[in-house]
């Protein structure tokens, strides 16, 4: 019976080295954020729907528009306390900085700007990879609605 | 070649002549090169040679038939259900099984743990309550709406912007403000 003792002997051990390279590597903390950026037209000049909205339907219905259309997609990996920038439609720009998690929830400090000047400062404490909309800014005779996620690995 | 280790463990079989013939190739390779495992087959060249004499010299004292008979007896007796279980429960966790088993539970477990930094995008480990919070939040003088809808787990800030400032002519007021 010694083969397959040695057998168990070594599956073990390499158990061991396989649960220890996850743990090296599900140290949070160290690794940046992943933001991601959707910006969507809403507006009442028709009752086109995007299909790339379709799984985020009953979110954005909230805001009683009847049509919403996805302009554009953005996600920037983005280290603690750094922050990115992200261009929206109309001369302005969202700049985005993860602050620390906690409770498996995320800070995120949201600076919303038109040219130089300052539109919106928030911080908001979000699920990982869950997400918010940041909406109002017009926009081609509609409203801008930001939908800002999150995920921290 | 055969390291020691796995030559020593095949070492029995393959004086009995009892391992594949590859196998036996690559002992015999090895015992030809490494006198610590040649060694160790002499020890058990000597055990066997013992053993032999022994068994010629008493064999014929030792009484089998006690021993047939309870083996015979073992075989005929109708095994309990619990023995059979048992048997099941041994033949299923024995040890090459586990050897194949532990890790591959791991790997599982740690794959539905990771799945999410795989796929960041997949809806698999969606946190179900959604709602975010609102630590602080200047709109700079304007008027801004906050908006947690519990039906369906959604946050909205909603912005609203002076007509003045509104860069785009073609906005109406009505359409730039909705009615939640």
Same mark, same amino acid.
């Given at each position: 019976m010694t083969l397959p003792r040695n057998l168990l002997k070594r599956s073990l051990l390499s158990s061991l080295l396989l649960l220890a390279v996850y743990a090296e590597g599900a140290e949070t903390?160290?690794?940046? *954020?992943?933001?991601? =950026?959707?910006?969507?037209?809403?507006?009442?000049?028709? +009752?086109?729907?995007?299909?790339?909205?379709?799984?985020?339907?009953?979110?954005?219905? *909230?805001?009683?528009?009847?049509?919403?259309?996805?302009?554009?997609? +953005?996600?920037?990996? *983005?280290?603690?306390?750094?922050?990115?920038?992200?261009? =929206?439609?109309?001369?302005?720009?969202?700049? =985005?900085?993860?602050?620390?998690?906690?409770?498996?929830?995320?800070?995120?400090? *949201?600076?919303?700007?038109?040219?130089?000047?300052?539109?919106l400062d928030t911080t908001v404490r979000l699920q990982n990879q869950g997400y918010f909309l940041l909406g109002g800014p017009p926009h081609e005779g509609g409203a801008l609605v930001i939908s800002i996620s999150a995920f921290a690995p | 070649m055969s390291n020691c280790e796995t030559t020593r463990e095949t070492i029995g079989a393959w004086l009995d002549g009892e391992l594949a013939a590859a196998q036996a190739e690559a002992t015999g390779r090895h015992l030809e090169v490494c006198a610590a495992c040649r060694e160790e087959r002499h020890r058990l060249e000597r055990l066997h040679s013992t053993m032999r004499l022994a068994l010629e010299a008493n064999g014929s004292e030792i009484q089998f038939e006690p021993f047939w008979q309870g083996v015979q007896r073992r075989i005929a007796r109708k095994r309990n259900w619990y023995d059979e279980l048992g048997d099941r429960i041994r033949g299923t966790f024995n040890a090459p099984r586990l050897a194949w088993a532990i890790p591959a539970v791991i790997v599982i477990v740690l794959a539905g743990l990771s799945i999410n930094s795989f796929f960041p995008n997949a809806k698999i480990g969606i946190q179900s309550d959604n709602l975010a919070t609102v630590e602080s939040i200047d709109a700079y003088g304007r008027n801004v709406a906050l908006l947690h809808e519990g039906e369906t787990n959604t946050t909205v800030i909603w912005l609203y912007q002076p007509q003045e400032s509104e860069n785009d002519s073609s906005t109406e007021p009505s359409q730039t403000k909705p009615s939640f």
């Open positions: 903390g160290s690794r940046p *954020v992943q933001v991601k =950026i959707g910006t969507i037209l809403a507006s009442n000049e028709s +009752d086109q729907f995007d299909a790339r909205l379709k799984p985020m339907e009953r979110q954005l219905k *909230v805001m009683k528009y009847r049509s919403y259309r996805l302009l554009k997609e +953005d996600s920037q990996a *983005v280290p603690w306390n750094d922050n990115a920038t992200f261009e =929206i439609p109309g001369g302005r720009s969202l700049a =985005i900085s993860p602050q620390d998690t906690k409770d498996k929830q995320i800070a995120l400090k *949201v600076r919303l700007t038109e040219g130089t000047k300052p539109l | -």
